[in-house]
């Protein structure tokens, strides 16, 4: 059942085309082969995990990205369209694609290798920010950000809040003008790592203060430990449920709908990051970071 008016979440970045590797024994060394247990090919990137997501929980999403016009693209444009899921915005065009994904996963953790193809910005963005439906900007990756940087200017024009998850960029991380461009986002939302990284402070708990210096609210995801969130000097701390996990892509972006869901509706600090770490948990029990949401909707 979806959400009252003006509550929907616009989520903005690039699609991906995931090629999974679930069951290696290691990472692939040069001048070695290595082979997997399964294969999985998935829709990805943060904006359409986040998306779905938060569809699952009944929040109103509409994507906003552009999609290559490729055989791959094609492939997995199918798994866009989950209920809930608004593709109005969905912006087409040869240049877009093929964005591809090569994610190698050992253990609870996993390796990236990805291709970036044509700019971010959808033609579509103007439209999108102005869609009455929309209460919320969540901007799946800072490199979307870096280089759309007037978008959070035109979402906060159109009474819109923002969020924005960092997604790791070796090169983008350490960009010392991160922080600076981020000016405007309401909800900050970095892995363990990349808060370390910005902040150079390596406890958990210095790394998330020095962040709610800049951000209104922060949420610090720590994978199978669960996580913290800081709002206005409050500070809650939950733990992770322990599952069976197959893949953690994902997992991140299903975090942030949980917690965009909850703390849209007004909810508590300690409801928003249950929820945050509940859709977390679902998320790595299926390999893809949509699985989990997109097989209960067979399921259905």
């Given at each position: 059942?979806?959400?009252?008016?003006?509550?929907?979440i616009?989520?903005l970045?690039?699609?991906?085309c995931d090629?999974?590797?679930?069951?290696?024994?290691?990472?692939?060394?040069?001048?070695?082969?290595?082979?997997?247990?399964?294969?999985?090919?998935?829709?990805?990137?943060?904006?359409?995990?986040?998306?779905?997501h938060?569809?699952?929980?009944?929040?109103?999403?509409?994507?906003?990205?552009?999609?290559?016009?490729d055989?791959?693209?094609?492939?997995?444009?199918?798994?866009?369209?989950?209920?809930?899921?608004d593709?109005?915005?969905?912006?087409?065009?040869?240049?877009?694609?093929?964005?591809?994904?090569?994610?190698?996963?050992e253990?609870?953790?996993?390796?990236?290798?990805?291709?970036?193809?044509?700019?971010?910005?959808?033609?579509?963005?103007?439209?999108?920010?102005?869609?009455?439906?929309a209460?919320?900007?969540?901007?799946?990756?800072?490199?979307?950000?870096?280089?759309?940087?007037?978008?959070?200017?035109?979402?906060?024009?159109?009474?819109?809040s923002?969020?924005?998850?960092?997604?790791?960029?070796?090169?983008?991380?350490?960009?010392?003008?991160?922080?600076?461009?981020?000016a405007?986002?309401?909800?900050?939302?970095?892995?363990?790592?990349?808060?370390r990284?910005?902040?150079?402070?390596?406890?958990?708990?210095?790394?998330?203060?020095?962040?709610?210096?800049?951000?209104?609210?922060?949420?610090?995801k720590?994978?199978?430990?669960?996580?913290m969130?800081?709002?206005?000097?409050?500070?809650c701390?939950?733990p992770?449920?322990?599952?069976?996990?197959?893949?953690?892509?994902?997992?991140?972006?299903?975090?942030?709908?949980?917690?965009?869901?909850?703390?849209?509706?007004?909810?508590?600090?300690?409801?928003?990051?249950s929820a945050?770490?509940?859709?977390?948990?679902?998320?790595?029990?299926?390999?893809?970071?949509?699985?989990?949401?997109?097989?209960?909707?067979?399921?259905?």
């Open positions: 059942m979806q959400k009252t008016d003006r509550e929907a616009v989520s970045g690039r699609i991906y090629f999974v590797f679930t069951g290696l024994d290691g990472m692939p060394r040069l001048g070695r082969e290595l082979f997997a247990e399964e294969m999985t090919l998935a829709a990805g990137g943060g904006a359409f995990i986040t998306a779905a938060g569809a699952a929980l009944g929040r109103p999403t509409a994507l906003v990205a552009r999609l290559g016009t055989a791959l693209s094609q492939a997995i444009e199918p798994q866009l369209a989950l209920p809930g899921i593709l109005q915005f969905l912006d087409r065009h040869p240049s877009a694609g093929p964005q591809v994904t090569v994610v190698m996963v253990g609870k953790d996993r390796a990236f290798l990805s291709r970036r193809a044509g700019p971010a910005e959808p033609a579509t963005l103007a439209a999108a920010l102005s869609w009455p439906m209460r919320h900007l969540h901007i799946a990756e800072y490199a979307t950000l870096a280089e759309m940087h007037d978008v959070v200017r035109q979402a906060k024009e159109r009474g819109l923002v969020s924005l998850d960092p997604s790791w960029d070796d090169t983008l991380i350490r960009d010392p003008s991160f922080l600076d461009r981020c405007g986002v309401d909800v900050f939302l970095p892995n363990l790592e990349e808060a990284v910005l902040t150079g402070r390596e406890p958990p708990e210095e790394a998330l203060q020095a962040l709610s210096a800049r951000f209104p609210l922060v949420a610090l720590l994978g199978a430990e669960g996580g969130l800081s709002v206005g000097g409050e500070v701390v939950l992770a449920r322990k599952v069976r996990v197959v893949d953690t892509t994902g997992a991140g972006d299903a975090f942030n709908a949980g917690l965009l869901d909850a703390w849209l509706d007004g909810r508590s600090l300690e409801a928003c990051l945050a770490i509940a859709a977390g948990t679902r998320s790595v029990q299926a390999a893809g970071g949509a699985a989990a949401v997109s097989s209960s909707v067979r399921a259905s």
